[in-house]
């Protein structure tokens, strides 16, 4: 299965949903311009829960993607890695660099960027 990302965003919280495979490849220009195209947001939210395959490409396009936001003021959080991509991320210690959350803590991200939208709305009002 190719690399398939849908696209949602919250206020300034944008979630990349990937299923599929994060390889060697296309994958890994298509994971990269979701990334980086993102516009006027704080934090970008990668859900993992799908992703069936991840190689050396892949890890490399995380750290790459890691230093992008971060030098762009953003922040990456990686969101329910499935087992496969949980065991990567640990065999290799990329754990330490990453931020990586459950899906409870990725709906507290979206609350919370509602609920500032919703303030800033009240306040303009």
Known sequence: MTLQIKHEKSGDVAVLQCAGRIVRGNA???LREAVTRQENVRIV?????EVEMLDGGGLGMFVFLHNWTRD???QMKLVNPSSLVREML???RLTCVFEISSVDAAVGIL???DWNRDSKNHVAA
Do not use: K, P
């Open 45 to 49: 939210v990668l859900d993992l829960s």
């Open 90 to 92: 640990d065999r290799t």
């Open 28 to 30: 890994l220009y298509t």
């Open 72 to 74: 762009n003021g953003i």
């Open 111 to 113: 609350c919370s960027a």
